[in-house]
């Protein structure tokens, strides 16, 4: 069985990898979504792969460094992209949520990178 789990958040960043040219060399914003994707066996007792609150718990303190922050200057963001994003939260997540195989994030509703590890 597969859960998955979104959240959301806004932030600002800056790509400074991409040439002076590119639109997001400059400071910009985005609402980003986040989805951890949770899968196992369905618990017969409690009837959860995982109980989505425990889920939230996992996820909450990462949301406070990334929420309203410009994600820059979090350590090991320094080149944000959506992908970097995607593993940076993969990586603390893990250890705390070993049923996790996935990780997306949203820039836009449009554009997404998902991470399996």
Sequence with gaps: MKITQAFTFEAAHRLP???TTHRCHNM???SYRVELRVEGPVDRESGFVI???DVEAVFAPLLVQLDH???NEIEELSNPTAENIAEWI???VKPHLPQIVAVVVYETPN???EYNG
Excluded: E, K, M
Aim: proline share 6%.
């Design 111 to 113: 554009c997404w990178a």
């Design 17 to 19: 990898n991409v040439p």
């Design 90 to 92: 993969w990586n603390r």
């Design 28 to 30: 910009h914003g985005h």
């Design 69 to 71: 922050h410009y994600l």
């Design 51 to 53: 109980d989505f609150f």
